[in-house]
C-alpha cells in the first residue's frame, strides 16, 4: 500500500513497497535528491526527509 508523506504538514512524496523496502517518489522539487532512495520504514524515511530539509535550510542561510 502507498503511504503519503508529508514534512510540515507538506504532502512531499510517496512510500511504495518494493522488493522489501520502501521506494520514495518525490513530488516536490525540495526532496527531489531523495527520489528513488529506499526506507526500511517509514519512520527511517521521515528522518531523511527532515534531516534533508534541515540541511537545505542550513545552506541557504
Same mark, same amino acid.
Given at each position: ?8 504538514? *507538506? ?37 531523511? *526527509? ?12
Amino acid at each position: 500500500m502507498k503511504q503519503v508523506v508529508e514534512y510540515q504538514g *507538506i504532502p512531499v512524496g510517496v512510500l511504495v513497497p518494493r522488493d522489501g523496502c520502501l521506494a520514495f517518489m518525490a513530488v516536490e522539487y525540495d526532496v527531489m535528491e531523495l527520489d528513488g532512495r529506499r526506507f526500511s520504514s517509514a519512520a527511517e524515511a521521515r528522518e531523511a *526527509i527532515r534531516a534533508h530539509m534541515t540541511h537545505r535550510v542550513a545552506l541557504a542561510a
